[in-house]
């Protein structure tokens, strides 16, 4: 079973900036794809970032592209994501997910449906 715990949420003034962190455990890290999703109040849950098991691969969502950085270290087992420029908008409860297995690898979660585990999320509030 893996478990995801988060860190690094808090509250920030507007164009401020905060790094998020996912510590990984229970299985190999380093054979999971990694994401990141938000889901802000009344809203669906969204993708934000992901990144391969390898590191090799990184995707972003159109609104934060240029903003957000995600990066992974495999000695360590932690997904962190740089949130620079931060808007109002980036309002939201942040989730860690780690892909589904296919074979011995996972896929890149950019989908929900592609994320078996998750963690149990860190607020992010950005002040206007």
């Known amino acids: 079973q893996v478990l995801l715990v988060e860190s690094g949420g808090g509250l920030v003034q507007t164009g401020g900036s905060l790094r998020l962190s996912c510590a990984f455990s229970?299985?190999?890290?380093?054979?999971?794809?990694m994401g990141w999703f938000r889901q802000a109040p009344g809203e669906e849950r969204e993708f934000v970032a992901a990144?391969?098991?390898?590191?090799?691969?990184?995707y972003y969502a159109d609104s934060v592209k240029g903003r957000f950085t995600i990066s992974r270290d495999n000695a360590k087992n932690t997904v962190d994501l740089q949130m620079n420029s931060l808007k109002p908008e980036d309002t939201a409860v942040y989730y860690c997910?780690?892909?589904?297995?296919?074979?011995?690898?996972?896929?890149?979660?950019?989908?929900?449906?592609?994320?078996?585990?998750w963690g149990q999320g860190t607020q992010v509030t950005v002040s206007s």
């Open positions: 997910a780690a892909g589904q297995m296919r074979g011995s690898w996972s896929v890149t979660p950019r989908k929900l449906e592609d994320c078996s585990y």
């Open positions: 229970g299985r190999t890290f380093s054979r999971y794809g």
């Open positions: 990144i391969s098991w390898s590191g090799g691969g990184t």
